[in-house]
């Protein structure tokens, strides 16, 4: 795909890919919430994204070699979407822009523990995390979308998750 | 200024905030180049923003609470725009979103050196920067935009673009 270049500046090049409304946060669910599915993606959305803009979104990253396309096997009308190498390397800036948002803007507390932990993780947990996610999207896409492939670190992460989305139920 | 708040997750309510095409690329020309006027920042601009939109996003920029806007006691007509101390801690990622573009797109040798020394640079430039950056957005803004109040890591990173700038000038 080709992007405009209006300068060849890392930032402007990053913005021109990613700086829209919903690229990093459908990013966000395939990374974190290992959501492979079009319907999971659809139906599970915190923020309730539409089908036609999830669908624009899907088939962008995929042609800016962000995200691959892949037919499930055992679901003939299902097609898994998997990271690529590129997309598994913003962990790290997905880290910053979790810290940043974090102190700055009005998290919630379960929405936010895992950007929280990430942080606190570092370079050590970001490099472990980036080669689970090779495990689950690159050496076993269909593995890792059945949840034969798993990662230690994204366990960790969802069920810090879960703990608090639990208490806060109980609160609340 | 109000923003959505689809969740209250940190990277959906950050990309709701500077999930754009130019809000980030803007902040860079603040902080990168000290274009501290509208016309620097619309003349100077290597990526040739058009005039509407700057005004549109610096008014957005002030609303949201990341940049201030102040009269110009030398230029009654001028008005100067400063980082507010939430958009000085984008440092962290803005450096992580240049060392990904830098790695990942067709970033130009000039345009990605200062990405480069900052990602090299790592948190202890960083924080030196950022202590800069309040001396010349916050603590004295005027003296900040006219020149009388410099940074040493700005100047190195401006420096080391200029240098890379000229070779390729020579050799171009």
């Given at each position: 795909?080709?992007?405009?270049?209006?300068?060849?500046?890392?930032?402007?090049?990053?913005?021109?890919?990613?700086?829209?409304?919903?690229?990093?946060?459908?990013?966000?669910?395939?990374?974190?919430?290992?959501?492979?599915?079009?319907?999971?993606?659809?139906?599970?959305?915190?923020?309730?994204?539409?089908?036609?803009?999830?669908?624009?979104?899907?088939?962008?990253?995929?042609?800016?070699?962000?995200?691959?396309?892949?037919?499930?096997?055992?679901?003939?009308?299902?097609?898994?979407?998997?990271?690529?190498?590129?997309?598994?390397?913003?962990?790290?800036?997905?880290?910053?822009?979790?810290?940043?948002?974090?102190?700055?803007?009005?998290?919630?507390?379960?929405?936010?523990?895992?950007?929280?932990?990430?942080?606190?993780?570092?370079?050590?947990?970001?490099?472990?995390?980036?080669?689970?996610?090779?495990?689950?999207?690159?050496?076993?896409?269909?593995?890792?979308?059945?949840?034969?492939?798993?990662?230690?670190?994204?366990?960790?992460?969802?069920?810090?998750?879960?703990?608090?989305?639990?208490k806060?139920e109980l609160n609340?």
């Open positions: 795909m080709d992007i405009e270049r209006r300068s060849r500046c890392p930032i402007n090049l990053t913005m021109e890919v990613l700086g829209d409304r919903w690229s990093l946060v459908v990013l966000r669910d395939i990374m974190f919430g290992n959501r492979r599915h079009f319907r999971e993606l659809l139906n599970r959305s915190e923020e309730g994204i539409a089908s036609n803009i999830l669908a624009a979104r899907l088939k962008r990253l995929v042609a800016l070699g962000l995200v691959t396309r892949l037919d499930d096997p055992t679901h003939s009308q299902k097609a898994i979407y998997s990271l690529t190498e590129p997309a598994i390397q913003l962990v790290p800036m997905i880290a910053a822009i979790g810290a940043w948002g974090r102190r700055h803007l009005p998290v919630s507390q379960d929405l936010s523990i895992r950007a929280e932990l990430l942080e606190k993780g570092g370079v050590v947990m970001w490099e472990e995390f980036m080669e689970d996610l090779r495990g689950i999207h690159i050496a076993d896409p269909i593995g890792g979308a059945n949840g034969s492939v798993t990662s230690a670190v994204l366990i960790r992460l969802t069920k810090a998750f879960l703990d608090v989305r639990a806060m609340g």
